[in-house]
Structure formats: structure tokens, C-alpha cells
């Protein structure tokens, strides 16, 4: 659909509620007119509000859980949907702005979760064994992701499920979609507890306001 067709239709549509009943009228009757004349319904013009955008995650189609857990913090919090497309980035579906504030927060917030990964394993687990560190640092990334909710969420308003967000994506993926495989961290054995803790008290200090290039000002927390 043309995008600048669809604004002019929408542009239309929002005069035809004017106060003004002969401006709501024409608005309403040039609203109609472009509708039939390109063949469009008022579920079109709702979907056309429906957008994406992409965010950058690790390059694998087998992503740790930790990983998973921050894509899906940002998806609640925001109010969208994820895939994960053929490039395998994380596309996120949602309307107006929610795409757009989805992507900033997962990319903010994916690089900050890896560098403080590092720096967890440096000072807590460089005596651990490779894969005891691995799942050590891996418990305290899920709790940092899963404690970075509230960060997210003061980004956007409050919205409510939109099942145009389903239809928009069963017309752009049809069945192409399957569920993803993750890796979990085992939580068995000692020491994890700590890791949770640390990985939560982590994820609550976040500053989401240190952005991504010029999106930071336009974004940043209050």
C-alpha cells in the first residue's frame, strides 16, 4: 500500500471527527472516496498502522536463555510482538511508535547485559571452570534481564493487546513461523543463588537513558 495514500486517508478520517459537522462530512465522504477508488477497507487502514523494526542480536538460531529473556522483557514492557526474521535479527511488530521504542531499549540494553556479563565473569568467576562459568554467568543475565522491566516500560504509556498485531503478522509470515530453541542455564549446584542475586541488583541500576546515537535524547528516561 502507498504510504503517503494511506496518511492522507487516515488525515481524513481523524478531520472527520471535527466539531465542524460539514468539515467532518467532507473530511468523512474524501475519506470514502479514496477508499473505493484504491480498493481499500477499514481493516487495511487499521493494519497500515501496524509497523516493525529490527534490532540486532546474537547471530544464532539456537540464542541463549538469558538473551531470550531480555528480547522478551522488552516485548512485554512495550507492548509488541517478536520474531525472529530470516537474517536473524529480532523484529518487532507493534503499533505507532512501539516498534521503533522496542528496538532502541533491546539494542540499548543487549550491549549493556554483554559488557556486564563480562565484567561479572572477570571479578566473581574467573576461577570457574569454562562451561561452570558459562552457566554462572549465564543465571546472573537472566536475572539481570528479567529486573530491567520497569526500566523499559517507563519508555511507553500504557497499551493494551492488539489483535491486529496477530493479523499483521499472520499476513507477513503465514506459516512460516517456528518456535525457537533456547539455551537454558542449569541453576544445579552451588553458588547460583548468589548469581541471581547480583544479576538482579545489576539489571535494577540500568540507565537506559545511554542510547544508541541519536536516539538517546529522544528516548532517554525523565
Known amino acids: 500500500m502507498n504510504d503517503l495514500l494511506l496518511a492522507k486517508i487516515r488525515k ?9 459537522e460539514h468539515e467532518a462530512a467532507a473530511a468523512l465522504a474524501k475519506a470514502r472516496a479514496l477508499m473505493d477508488e484504491h480498493g481499500l477497507s477499514m481493516d487495511d487502514i487499521a493494519l497500515s498502522e501496524i509497523g516493525e523494526a529490527k534490532a540486532k542480536g546474537t547471530a ?3 540464542p541463549p536463555l538469558w538473551e531470550t529473556a531480555l528480547c522478551m522483557t522488552v516485548r512485554h514492557a512495550v507492548g509488541c510482538k517478536v520474531v525472529i526474521d530470516a537474517d536473524l535479527h529480532r523484529l518487532y511488530i507493534g ?3 512501539a ?4 528496538s532502541y531499549a533491546f539494542t540499548v540494553l543487549f550491549r549493556q547485559l554483554k559488557a556486564a556479563r563480562q565484567e561479572y565473569i572477570r571479578e566473581h568467576l574467573k576461577r570457574c571452570r569454562p562451561g561452570r562459568k558459562r552457566q554462572r554467568a549465564d543465571v546472573f543475565c537472566e536475572a539481570w534481564a528479567s529486573a530491567v522491566y520497569s526500566k523499559v516500560k517507563a519508555l511507553m504509556p500504557a497499551v493494551g493487546a492488539n489483535a491486529l498485531v496477530d493479523q499483521y503478522i499472520a499476513q507477513r509470515f503465514g506459516g512460516q513461523l517456528a518456535t525457537v530453541d533456547i539455551r537454558n542455564a542449569s541453576t544445579k549446584g552451588g ?3 548468589n548469581d541471581y542475586w547480583r544479576g538482579h541488583a545489576a539489571g535494577r541500576s540500568v540507565d537506559l537513558s545511554q542510547g544508541v546515537g541519536g536516539s538517546a535524547e529522544r528516548l532517554q528516561l525523565a
Open 95 to 97: 503499533p505507532g511508535p
Open 60 to 62: 544464532t538460531q539456537r
Open 99 to 102: 516498534p521503533e521504542i522496542a
Open 191 to 193: 553458588r547460583t543463588d
Open 12 to 20: 481524513c478520517l481523524a478531520l472527520a471527527k471535527s466539531s465542524n
